[in-house]
């Protein structure tokens, strides 16, 4: 079945490390997403790549950082930069970054810093 | 001014009611507009899209669009308890995906 993977479920930082989400789609979809959500905040953009070696800062980059090797993969790297860093992360993909059919959405990181 | 404005809630319903959820949005040249569903402690998924003035009706499901009002809704006929979730209004710009905050649905058994 196509889809998105994101891994893992649940991830847990410490001050100062950098983490690594990892998200990973086999709908042939050009452009990929990422997301972060607060509660009552609603999603905000951090990083977007309509093709490969290609991305964009969204809304809040900041302490951020992507890389588009792959067609299929786009990983995030949330770096020591980011003093906030506990949300929801969400990564999304569409054929294009045109697409008028909307996301499909990955299954979600949770992120905690402890 | 957001681009994207909804209701947070949270709105109760009794099981069967018609369940009524309302979005606006600020770029007068939007050019798409979708509903999601999301459950607690999971990821969105798209139940309804619209891109024209007036009704689009998918199952219990219809999505009302009036560009001119700027106004988007979606309407949930014969409520279920499995409908409560948090519903995301979402708007294409013709550059980028805009989503609102959610409105927090219960049904009551």
């Not at chain 1, 950098?18 to 951090?46: F, K």
Request: proline share 4%; charged share 20%.
């Amino acid at each position: 079945d196509g889809g998105i993977t994101q891994s893992p479920k649940y991830l847990f930082r410490k001050e100062g490390q950098n983490v690594t989400l990892s998200c990973e789609q086999n709908l042939n979809h050009d452009a990929m997403y990422w997301y972060r959500q607060d509660p009552g905040q609603g999603l905000r953009l951090i990083y977007y790549s309509q093709i490969v070696n290609d991305f964009q800062k969204g809304d809040i980059a900041e302490g951020y950082s992507v890389s588009r090797e792959k067609k299929e993969s786009f990983p995030l790297t949330v770096t020591s930069a980011q003093k906030n860093p506990t949300a929801f992360y969400l990564c999304a993909s569409s054929i294009n970054r045109g697409s008028n059919y909307g996301y499909t959405f990955g299954s979600g990181t949770r992120l905690t810093v402890v | 001014q957001k681009e994207v404005e909804q209701n947070s809630g949270p709105l109760s319903v009794p099981e069967g009611a018609i369940a009524s959820l309302n979005c606006t949005y600020s770029d007068r040249g939007s050019q798409s507009f979708f509903w999601y569903r999301q459950y607690s402690g999971k990821s969105p998924e798209l139940i309804m899209f619209i891109y024209s003035n007036g009704d689009k009706e998918d199952g219990r499901f219809t999505a009302q669009l009036n560009k001119a009002s700027q106004y988007v809704s979606l309407l949930i006929r014969d409520s279920q308890p499995s409908d409560s979730a948090t519903y995301l209004c979402a708007v294409w710009t013709g550059n980028q995906f805009y989503f609102g905050t959610g409105t927090s649905l219960t049904v009551i058994p």
